[in-house]
Every structure is written in structure tokens, then in C-alpha cells.
């Protein structure tokens, strides 16, 4: 059968698929195949066996969302719901500390869309933590929270990037994007961004230099097309912001939706949501070999677990996401462990050198912060987990963590 053996020898000589052939690499690929043909491709954009990792905490600043997503199970619809909040300072500083002390490098912050916040809130929000914690990196507000903010300020996307960015903002998380593809976003979140929308704020912040991660979520009753069309959406952007000079978006992540306790999970469809562990890994490897303009891909561990996380770094991804150090969105919809998904550092390097590569700490750039090439290096490093800290009092799942899909994104 020779149906991919053109697709693979472009690969092979570093030339760019075409989406057809990258539907037909869906249709008919053999598994191993297309993981050999994402590894051939990752060698090209990223040699060697470093995988890499970043330290950081997710943080919700609000769970108050008037948004109504069907596969988010977290939000409050409004101030007055008994489950509403808007952490305080004094949470937030205690978050961050507590991220500090674990060797964290970036906070993640992300919300729901709160009518009762003004824009200058996210302004004096980013300006405090930015003189409290001047060291931490600020990465925070998917596309879906700027478009909000937009709405509500008045200001156009550009001047809200640009005075969150003077404030204090180094990145956007991708969280949001979901499936790019406007017929599958008015079934699952008709008020969520539109999908123009969200790429043309992802241009604004590449024209700004912040920081971004593209981000899929796969199993929402999409069919092939409409994945590799998300596929192509983000690499024609990619091309758009490399060509004006920028760096476009650094990463790529996509994980399975996860539906227990949402509106997905008690609809008459539910056993069609969701994606396996196989399908995860072939788009996986197929998202590798198209995006050939996107420099790293990052294997996602929270949903599937660690060992799929470990094959995943044999379909062509080098980078092993976070510690997410309280993320719990996912897991609380159903992911993996059903508790939060935080992994230590320690742990993170055993995994991925149980799966035959060296770890290297980065930042949200991807700018390498230590590489441990030999395996005495990690003698350096300290079992430490949250629940170490005294002062960590853990949150109810709930209460503490809003923001469903649009909270997850790196
Ligand atoms: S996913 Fe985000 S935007 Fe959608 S309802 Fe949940 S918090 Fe709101």
C-alpha cells in the first residue's frame, strides 16, 4: 500500500504536507507510522533527546462566567450563586508565594468572563503582582478574556493588549481556541469567541511580542476535516506572524475533552465525546508533522496520564507541559486522576527519562533554564510537593477553580 509513501518522503526531505495529505495521513496512517514520520519531524525542528518542562501554577482569579460553555462544569453564573468568587489579594499572594517556593518561573492566570470586573481591575490586578512578585512570569487572559474585556472597556484589541502588556502581562494561554471551526463552537459554546475572532487577537498579541501556545481540544463530535481545518487556521496565522517578524506561537498542546458533571455528559451523545488514548497519539502526531512552522509540541499528561505523556514524546513531542501545581479543571471534568493533576518535578524528570529522553527546565519562551543531561543531575533536585508547604491549605476542587477549558490552555 503506498498511500502515504509520498506524504512520508516529504517529511523525510523536510518539506510541508498539504491539508489533503494530511487527511489522507488520518484516514489510512498506521499508528507507528505516523509516530516515526512526527519524530522525523521533530528532529528537524528540534534535534536531539532534551524534553523539556516548565515550572509554574495555574491560577483562577474568578470562577464567575456569564459564557455558559457546555463542557465547562466550573463556572458561577453570577456574583450572587453561592460557589461565586473573586480571590482576594491575599489568596492570590499566597498562591504565588507558594508557587515561588516550589522553583516556579511563570504563573498561569485565567478566568471566567465577570461582568462585575472592570477592565482596570486586570490593570491593578497585574500592575500589584508584578511589584509584589517581580520575578514571577505573567502569562494570563486567553483571547476569549481579551475579546470580554474588549466588550466591556470599549477599547479596541490592540489598546487592551497593549495596557495589559505595559501593566505587567508577558503571554497569552491558548485556552479557548477548543475546535477552530465556527459550526462546532455554536454547538458547544455559542457565546464562547467566534473562531476569527480568537486567531485575530492571537495576531494582535504576536504583533505585541507576548508570549503564545496554540491549543486543541479534540473530541467534540468534530470530524477529520474539521481538525485538520483548525490545523491549517493555525498554521496559515503562523505563517502571517513569522512573515511580519514576529515569533508567533512558541508551543502546541490538544488534549481529549473531558465531559463528567457538564452538559455534554448528559446529552444523548455523550459516548460520541472524548478521543482514546490512540486517537489522542495519531493527531498528535499528525498536528507534528503539519505544523511545521510551530517550533515545540507539548505532550499532555493531565488527561490521558503520565504513560501516554510518555509515548506521546515518541510522536514527535518535546516538551512534557508543567507542573501544574493546582490545575484541576481537567481532572474534576474527568481526566485521568480525578484529582489534581500536579506533578512534581521529580517526577517529571523520572518520567521522561524513563521514556528515554534527558529533561531540561525551561521558561514560557522556551528559553532553556538548565538542562540535566546526565542522570547524576537530578541528585540536585528535592522532592517537594505542595502539601509540603505548612502554610497550603487545600481548596474544595470547586471553589477554588473556575474557568473550565478556558483554564487549561498553556
Ligand atoms: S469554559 Fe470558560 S468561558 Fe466557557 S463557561 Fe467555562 S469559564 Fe466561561
Redesign the pocket.
Same mark, same amino acid.
Given at each position: 500500500m503506498d498511500y502515504g509513501v509520498n506524504t512520508f518522503a516529504k517529511v523525510r526531505d523536510g518539506e510541508r504536507i498539504s491539508p489533503q495529505e494530511a487527511l489522507e495521513l488520518c484516514d489510512n496512517g498506521a499508528l507507528l507510522e505516523l509516530g516515526a514520520a512526527a519524530n522525523e519531524r521533530r528532529q528537524q525542528l528540534n534535534p536531539g533527546h532534551r524534553v523539556t518542562y516548565l515550572i509554574d501554577r495555574n491560577i483562577n482569579y474568578t470562577?464567575v462566567?456569564?459564557?455558559?460553555?457546555q463542557?465547562? &462544569?466550573?463556572?458561577a453564573p453570577n456574583a450572587t450563586h453561592p460557589d461565586a468568587y473573586v480571590n482576594s489579594r491575599e489568596v492570590l499572594a499566597r498562591k504565588i508565594e507558594e508557587a515561588l517556593a516550589l522553583g516556579a518561573t511563570r504563573i498561569l492566570m485565567?478566568?471566567?468572563?465577570n461582568p462585575d470586573l472592570p477592565f482596570d481591575y486586570y490593570l491593578e490586578l497585574l500592575g500589584w503582582i508584578r511589584v509584589a512578585f517581580p520575578t514571577i512570569e505573567i502569562n494570563a487572559f486567553?483571547p476569549?478574556?481579551i475579546e470580554f474585556m474588549a466588550a466591556i472597556s470599549g477599547k479596541s484589541w490592540l489598546k487592551v493588549l497593549t495596557e495589559l502588556q505595559a501593566a505587567g502581562l508577558s503571554g497569552l494561554p491558548g485556552?479557548?481556541g477548543e475546535i477552530l471551526d465556527d459550526e462546532i463552537r455554536k454547538r458547544v459554546?455559542p457565546?464562547?469567541i467566534s473562531t476569527e475572532n480568537w486567531l485575530r487577537i492571537m495576531e494582535v498579541a504576536h504583533s505585541l511580542d507576548l508570549t503564545t501556545t496554540a491549543t486543541m481540544v479534540i473530541g467534540l463530535r468534530e470530524n477529520l476535516h474539521h481538525r485538520i481545518s483548525h490545523l491549517r487556521r493555525l498554521r496559515e496565522l503562523q505563517d502571517r506572524s513569522l512573515a511580519a517578524g514576529s515569533r508567533g506561537f512558541n508551543a502546541f498542546i490538544s488534549w481529549p475533552v473531558q465531559i463528567e458533571g457538564t452538559s455534554l455528559g448528559r446529552s444523548k451523545f455523550r459516548e460520541e465525546y472524548g478521543a482514546t488514548p490512540s486517537e489522542y497519539l495519531r493527531h498528535t502526531a499528525i498536528a507534528r508533522i503539519f505544523l511545521d512552522n510551530v517550533p515545540h509540541m507539548a505532550a499532555s499528561w493531565p488527561t490521558l496520564g503520565a504513560k501516554v505523556g510518555q509515548v506521546a514524546l515518541h510522536f514527535g513531542c518535546d516538551d512534557f507541559g508543567s507542573t501544574m501545581i493546582e490545575e484541576n479543571v481537567v481532572s474534576a471534568a474527568g481526566a485521568h486522576t480525578r484529582v489534581s493533576p500536579m506533578m512534581s518535578v521529580v517526577e517529571i524528570h523520572r518520567q521522561i527519562r524513563g521514556a528515554g529522553f534527558y529533561p531540561a527546565q525551561r521558561d514560557s519562551s522556551y528559553n532553556i533554564l538548565r538542562d540535566y543531561r546526565a542522570a547524576a543531575d537530578d541528585d540536585d533536585l528535592t522532592e517537594v510537593s505542595l502539601e509540603s508547604i505548612p502554610e497550603f491549605v487545600p481548596m474544595p476542587l470547586e471553589r477554588e477553580n473556575?474557568?473550565?477549558? &478556558?483554564?487549561v490552555g498553556r
Open positions: 470562577n462566567c456569564v459564557t455558559d460553555c463542557f465547562c &462544569t466550573f463556572y485565567q478566568g471566567g468572563h486567553s476569549s478574556e485556552g479557548g459554546s457565546k464562547k473556575g474557568g473550565g477549558l &478556558t483554564a
